[in-house]
């Protein structure tokens, strides 16, 4: 009796560790299924960041970059870039067309792309850090904390255009502003995730104010609402009625 009841004894106690192992078990799977979804979350909300303080961080070294090309090309133009613009004029001293010229914006696209591609590829080899406490967004932790590096390369090469923009200014004035634009793409790498971060940069590198010839007078078309030059329009003449005399017959 007491051989059976011993056992039953070894078989329960076998059971019950049998039964912690399990249990143990499903908890330490449970306690990395946790672990890995709390990473993840913290991720996905912090990626946003992340590439937001990233684009800010390229796009204002690619703007130094930028200006350091427009100095080089202003130094090589005595320091005018509205050279920029050539006004053409006839023998009235009237406008007779406005244009970039060429060798001008030569100059400023191999410069400017130059530059901008030697910073971007140094970027390669110089990972930017961004600290917990920017990611965080605090501004009393902002310089403290481990730093979360952040890889970039650029994808391709910068495209540079000048874009002119016009701008009324007055009677028969108007404003012509060369824009320079500075197009590229950067491949950033932050933890757990790989994306790609287009930049746009517009910068205003030349303006010239054309004043063309005064007219004698300006008259207001309500109908198409816009200013034209040319003759007023008369005023509406009234209808004249006339009577009909009656017959005194």
Same mark, same amino acid.
């Given at each position: ?16 560790i ?16 946790? =672990?890995?979804?709390s ?8 990626? @946003?960041?992340?590439? !937001?303080?990233?684009?800010?961080? =390229? ?15 202003e ?10 613009i050539n ?8 406008i007779?067309? =406005? ?10 696209y ?9 910073e971007l #590829? ?9 600290? !917990? ?6 501004? !009393? ?11 970039m390369? @650029? ?8 874009? $002119? ?12 502003t060369? /824009?320079? #634009?500075v ?11 790989e994306?790609?971060? &287009?930049?746009? %940069?517009?910068? $205003? ?8 010839e =005064? $007219? ?11 200013? /034209?030059?040319?003759?007023p329009?008369l005023? $509406?003449? &009234?209808? %004249? ?6 017959? @005194?017959?």
């Open positions: 009796m007491s051989f059976r009841h011993s056992k039953f004894r070894k078989k329960s106690s076998s059971f019950r049998r039964r912690r192992g399990r249990v143990g078990f499903v908890l330490f799977f449970f306690l990395i299924g946790v =672990v890995f979804y990473v993840w979350s913290m991720e996905r909300s912090l990626e @946003p960041i992340l590439l !937001v303080i990233a684009k800010a961080e =390229v796009k204002k070294i690619a703007q130094d970059a930028m200006l350091e090309g427009i100095r080089e090309v130094h090589s133009l005595g320091g005018d870039l509205n050279k920029t006004i053409e004029r006839d023998n009235q001293g009237n007779t067309f =406005v244009q970039v010229n060429s060798q001008v914006q030569a100059q400023i191999e410069r400017i792309t130059t530059k901008i591609q030697e #590829k140094n970027l390669q080899n110089k990972p930017i850090d961004i600290s !917990v406490g920017q990611v965080l967004q605090s501004n !009393v932790f902002a310089e403290y904390g481990p730093d979360i590096p952040i890889d390369w @650029p994808k391709g090469s910068a495209k540079v255009s000048i874009i $002119p923009k016009m701008e009324s200014k007055g009677i028969n004035m108007v404003m012509i060369l /824009q320079l #634009k197009q590229f793409e950067m491949g950033v790498v932050i933890p757990f995730s994306n790609s971060l &287009p930049v746009d %940069i517009d910068y $205003p590198i030349a303006q010239a104010m054309v004043v063309g =005064v $007219p004698q007078y300006y008259f207001y078309n309500d109908h198409q609402g816009a200013i /034209q030059k040319g003759v329009p005023p $509406p003449i &009234p209808a %004249i009625q006339q009577q009909e005399k009656k017959d @005194p017959n």
